[in-house]
């Protein structure tokens, strides 16, 4: 799962997602993440070389864990660039599941990603 870099002073969370990402795998990072103090940071997850092995009812605990973070810390907004259209649109029910709490963007294109994350606040 993800190789994770928090940046304090640039306020950002980079990540690198590679091989088969599992509902387990989402936790860990989300809970790493929490730990190092990056929930509230701006996060660019490259997952280009991930694929989604979580199945459609782990959806719910996914956005069900999100909820709860969200209640706890701001969630910064996050831009995810994928290779896939299948991770694409699933990332996409996600960010509307998700719109209450947290800003999530799947990319094709990862300098479109990089753009859209320096516009964000």
Known sequence: M???KVDHERKQV?????????YADIENHLLTERLYGGLAYKELIDARSAEISFH???TREIVALLLSLGRQSKLGPTAIVVSNDITFGILRMLAMLLADVAVIRPFRD???????????K
Do not use: C, F, M, T
Request: aromatic share 4%; proline share 12%.
């Open 2 to 4: 993800p190789i994770l």
């Open 14 to 22: 980079d990540a690198v997602a590679v091989g088969p990402i599992s």
């Open 56 to 58: 459609p009812d782990e």
């Open 110 to 120: 990862e300098q479109e990603a990089h753009r859209w994350l320096a516009s964000q």
